[in-house]
């Protein structure tokens, strides 16, 4: 495995659990995704 791989690996680990754990109602992951998506310039 390359340092890029596990590095990939490590984060999908971090995110999935950020993602699927109850710290954050919903409404305020939905809200925090739409700010990275304002900061980052993303088109909708």
Not at 34 to 40: I, N, R, S, W
């Amino acid at each position: 495995m390359t340092d890029h791989e596990e590095l990939a690996e490590q984060f999908e680990r971090f995110y999935a659990g950020s993602r699927d754990s109850d710290a954050l109602d919903s409404r305020t992951k939905a809200l925090i995704g739409l700010a990275v998506v304002l900061t980052g310039n993303c088109q909708p």
